[in-house]
């Protein structure tokens, strides 16, 4: 019965439908709506399920250009089996780079497969060769310069020696480069263009590979009781780099309100010489654009960016769009808060939380356009005295379409601005901050402990969608979070979460000199608040004491700078081990040259050992030949053979191994070293 269903597939007047399908396109994020992310240099592979009716032999392009260029560069792609096809590209720009697909039945393709049955089965082929003759004119005519000459002398000559030098002929028409011509000038009118143009964002390769240190400037003071300066951090940086960080992050570095302001430990009352939470941004000093006046001065701040950059660092300031009740922006625009019944401004809360010192900007008010193109203009201001890193507050609390908005505009004019999420809230949220333009995320890192925690968690990141634009960024502290699991497991637990984070991941971050100094005193029990929080107060560290992590947190990131391995989250493996607490993985370059075992103990109270299963060809190296595992943490080196190796762990001596992989190389003079 006839219930007046319309065709969902769009017929074009005067142009037959194509027979070709192309479906199930890999990368693709949310039907194409959002971008994937790479870093120059990088590979884009890209799949797709790709068919048509009949038997007719397929043929398909991957389209993909950057977005000054005005025309497609094509690159083949390989039928995989089962209807799969893939191809790959390499983006060397940063900007969007964009994709696309291409694919149609191809009649010389077609006719080459059959000609070459018919051949092997002894069958007359004189009548196929100048079918042949025929395809091959129409790629001609379709060809232009030497090319066209060249497929119309081949038509001819099938032609010719057709009836007469049959075997010939058909040694032409089986010819690759002739099959290669022909596909190119192929008629590709009645095939399949992919409906849309998928986005490539492509950032430096510092999107990709960090290592992030937070310290505040204010306590970077040699003197206890004196606030820090910028100067004083100026005096630091060779302490932050020997550490190897690259990153410097510091916390919000504006004037600070006194309307409400917080006393140690976030007490609600404070006195006179407590100073406030950075984030609780703006007084009558100025507001997102000016500098808190203790901190030193504009100029001050300049030259503690030329000085970090000399030394391989890169000033990373934090985004917190929002207010002290004094910010200039309060008497300004009124407008751009909410306005409480007895006519005060709202505050920010959490209830039973409040936050007496800080109040929210409303981006459901009337002037959001005003309001937006503000906050925009915040960080194209610091971008002019050279930040290219943001580490952004609580993005989860503003509209997705405003941080659309605000990163997509300013990466339009400088492509090399990074922005990091600080949101930690449900995954979906999480992700759609990602997908939204968040160059990188923090992440859940921070309390996943176990074995099936983190391998779970980790398989989630890089083995699933979520790999193409969600780059995790793992903190196992923050002057935020202080979990249990460093509050109790001491200087072993510190360790450990140092190796995982920066060998989970190629980009993490520690805040210090918490946490070189194990820092592990909470507010109160249960709780994740330190005590006597440098959100409240100015701390003084003594960054010389002989129990810093210093020296081990320096080797760890010379480890990630000299094996590529570490550089990337794309080829992590977890291996079986039957002991669960602990936790053992591997990741590979690109070229196969680096590989990096880790092994870690996930208790930092007692010695644990157990039995690695490895799979000697995942790791590069040949089945049942040695090989050597270097410890690069001790140094220790051990010879290694077949699937099966223990290993043990002392918390008290190491927590960790990171071995690098060593396959056994033999020279012309049997001479075996390892590489």
Not at 642 to 650: A, T, Y
Request: proline share 6%.
């Amino acid at each position: 019965m006839d219930r007046g269903i319309a065709s969902k597939t769009p017929i074009e007047p005067g142009r037959r439908p194509s027979r070709v399908v192309i479906a199930t396109v890999r990368p693709e994020v949310d039907g194409g709506r959002f971008p994937i992310k790479r870093v120059i240099g990088e590979e884009v592979e890209v799949s797709a399920d790709i068919f048509a009716d009949g038997h007719e032999v397929l043929s398909a392009l991957l389209l993909h250009r950057h977005e000054s260029a005005a025309g497609w560069d094509e690159i083949p792609m390989a039928e995989l089996g089962n209807d799969r096809w893939q191809a790959s590209f390499r983006v060397s720009e940063q900007g969007h780079h964009f994709y696309t697909l291409q694919a149609w039945i191809d009649p010389f393709l077609s006719w080459r497969r059959d000609l070459l049955k018919r051949v092997e089965a002894g069958q007359e082929t004189a009548v196929d060769v100048l079918a042949g003759a025929d395809l091959i004119a129409q790629a001609a005519e379709l060809a232009s310069g030497a090319e066209a000459a060249e497929l119309a002398e081949c038509a001819k000559a099938l032609r010719r020696d057709a009836p007469s030098a049959l075997a010939a002929a058909v040694a032409m028409a089986l010819d690759d480069r002739i099959a290669t011509l022909a596909a190119r000038h192929a008629n590709r009118a009645a095939g399949t263009l992919y409906e849309r143009e998928l986005c490539v964002v492509v950032d430096r390769e510092r999107a990709r590979f960090s290592a992030w240190y937070e310290m505040f400037p204010r306590s970077a003071s040699p003197e206890p009781g004196r606030y820090g300066t910028f100067r004083d951090v100026i005096a630091r940086l060779p302490y932050v780099a020997d550490m190897g960080f690259d990153v410097l992050y510091l916390p919000p570095i504006h004037p600070i309100g006194c309307a409400s302001r917080k006393g140690k430990n976030n007490v609600t009352q404070s006195r006179d010489h407590d100073v406030g939470s950075p984030w609780a941004i703006g007084s009558r000093e100025g507001g997102h654009k000016a500098i808190d006046p203790q901190l030193g001065t504009l100029e001050d701040f300049d030259a503690l960016v030329e000085a970090a950059r000399a030394r391989g660092l890169e000033v990373a300031l934090d985004i917190a769009y929002q207010c002290s009740p004094d910010h200039p922006w309060v008497k300004e625009h009124p407008e751009w808060f909410r306005i409480r019944p007895d006519g005060t401004v709202q505050y920010a809360e959490n209830p039973p939380k409040k936050y007496e010192d800080i109040v929210p900007l409303n981006f459901e008010t009337d002037r959001w356009r005003e309001l937006w193109e503000e906050l925009k203009s915040v960080v194209e201001f610091w971008v002019g005295h050279g930040v290219r890193i943001f580490r952004v507050d609580n993005p989860h609390t503003k509209p997705f379409a405003f941080w659309e908005w605000l990163i997509s505009s300013v990466k339009r004019e400088f492509p090399d601005v990074l922005f990091l999420s600080e949101a930690f809230t449900r995954p979906d949220v999480m992700y759609e901050l990602a997908k939204r333009g968040f160059t990188q995320s923090y992440t859940y890192f921070a309390w996943r402990n176990t074995h099936w925690d983190l391998t779970q968690y980790f398989r989630e990141l890089t083995r699933t969608g979520v790999r193409e634009f969600f780059r995790p960024n793992l903190w196992p502290n923050t002057p935020d979070i202080l979990t249990e699991y460093l509050q109790f497991g001491g200087r072993p637990a510190f360790m450990a979460r140092l190796v995982l984070a920066a060998t989970l991941g190629s980009s993490y971050g520690i805040y210090g000199p918490a946490f070189e100094l194990c820092e592990n005193r909470p507010l109160r029990p249960s709780s994740e608040e330190y005590l006597d929080s440098e959100k409240y107060e100015v701390r003084h560290w003594d960054i010389e004491r002989p129990d810093s992590l210093r020296e081990f947190i320096g080797r760890v990131n010379r480890i990630r700078r000299e094996n590529a391995a570490l550089q990337s989250n794309d080829r992590l493996e977890f291996h079986p081990v039957d002991n669960d607490q602990l936790l053992v993985y591997s990741k590979t370059s690109e070229d196969g040259g680096s590989v990096i075992l880790v092994a870690v103990n996930l208790n930092p109270y007692q010695r644990h050992s157990g039995w690695i299963e490895l799979s000697p060809e995942s790791l590069g190296v040949p089945a049942r030949q040695a090989f050597q595992v270097h410890d690069l943490l001790t140094g220790a080196r051990y010879f290694w053979q077949g699937s099966r190796h223990f290993i043990e762990l002392d918390p008290a001596v190491a927590p960790a191994h990171i071995f690098r992989v060593r396959r056994r190389v033999r020279t012309e003079r049997d001479f075996d070293y390892f590489l």
